[in-house]
C-alpha cells in the first residue's frame, strides 16, 4: 500500500528534551512538508523540501529542525528551544511539478509535561 | 499576500439537511489552485477536491459539490442529505508559488457535526 506513515502517534517528552518525529513515504514523491495543528486552528507550514539533502523554513520554523538523507524519508525534531511544543503534528507529500495536492499522513501528537 | 478565511468555526445539523461551508481567499497570483481536505477524528487530512483558477465549473462528487467563484473569491464547498459519517473538521486551502515553491496555505477550519 502506498502512502505517509508517521511514528509514533503519542508522544510524551519533559520539559528541555530534544524529540524525533517520523515521516515515511513510499509515494515516490519529491516534496515533503511539516505541519503543526493547534486545537481549532488551521495548519502551518513548519519545513518543506523538494529534493533530497535541501530544505527551506516555513513560516514557524524556530525551534524546529529537519533533514532530508533520502527521498522516502524527512524526519522532524523538535528542540529544546521550541517555546510551546504541544500540538499535532503532520507530515505530507506530494509531486514537485505544478500544483499538486499534498497527501498527509496519520500524525503525532506530541505533549511535553 | 495568501489567504484563507473559513468564517464559520463550527456548523450543527441534523442528520439528511444540507449544508454550506463557505471558503474565501485572497491571492494576486492569477494562476492557482484551491482544495478541500477532511480531518476526520482520526486526524489525517483526506483529500477532497482540487480545482484551478481557471475553471469555474462547478463540480458535483456523489453528495458532495463545489461552487468556485472567481468574482467573489469564494470555493464553497456543500454537503446534500447529510450523514453522520460526515462529521469531521473541513478544510479549505490555497496553493500558489511563494519564493519558488509551491505551497499550501490553510484557512482556520469548520467543524461539522451531524446529529442523527
Known amino acids: 500500500d502506498g502512502g505517509i506513515t508517521q511514528s509514533p502517534k503519542y508522544l510524551f517528552r519533559k520539559e528541555g528534551q530534544n524529540v524525533t518525529l517520523s515521516c515515511e513515504q513510499n509515494?515516490?514523491?519529491?516534496?515533503m512538508y511539516w505541519y503543526r495543528q493547534d486545537p481549532g486552528q488551521g495548519l502551518r507550514l513548519i519545513y518543506y523540501?523538494?529534493?533530497?539533502?535541501?530544505?527551506q523554513k516555513g513560516d514557524i520554523a524556530e525551534g524546529y529542525s529537519v533533514s532530508r538523507e533520502k527521498k522516502e524519508s524527512f524526519p522532524l525534531t523538535v528542540t529544546s528551544a521550541q517555546k510551546n511544543p504541544t500540538a499535532f503534528y503532520l507530515c505530507?507529500?506530494?509531486?514537485?511539478?505544478?500544483?499538486?495536492?499534498?497527501?498527509f499522513g496519520p500524525g503525532t501528537r506530541l505533549t511535553v509535561l | 499576500a495568501q489567504k484563507v478565511t473559513q468564517a464559520q468555526t463550527e456548523i450543527s445539523v441534523v442528520e439528511k439537511e444540507d449544508v454550506t461551508l463557505d471558503c474565501v481567499y485572497e491571492?494576486?497570483?492569477?494562476?492557482?489552485?484551491l482544495f478541500w481536505y477532511k480531518q476526520p477524528p482520526s486526524g489525517e487530512l483526506v483529500f477532497l477536491i482540487r480545482?484551478?483558477?481557471?475553471?469555474?465549473q462547478n463540480e458535483i462528487s456523489g453528495r458532495y459539490s463545489w461552487n468556485f467563484q472567481k468574482s467573489t473569491s469564494s470555493f464553497n464547498f456543500t454537503i446534500t442529505a447529510s450523514q453522520v459519517v460526515d462529521s469531521a473538521v473541513y478544510f479549505c486551502?490555497?496553493?500558489?508559488?511563494?519564493?519558488?515553491?509551491?505551497?499550501?496555505?490553510f484557512g482556520q477550519g469548520t467543524r461539522l457535526t451531524i446529529n442523527p
Open positions: 505530507a507529500s506530494s509531486i514537485l511539478q505544478g500544483y499538486n495536492e499534498q497527501f
Open positions: 509515494l515516490n514523491h519529491d516534496a
Open positions: 523540501s523538494q529534493i533530497v539533502n535541501d530544505f
Open positions: 491571492t494576486r497570483d492569477t494562476t492557482y489552485y
Open positions: 480545482r484551478n483558477s481557471f475553471d469555474e
Open positions: 486551502a490555497l496553493s500558489g508559488t511563494i519564493q519558488g515553491a509551491q505551497k499550501l496555505v
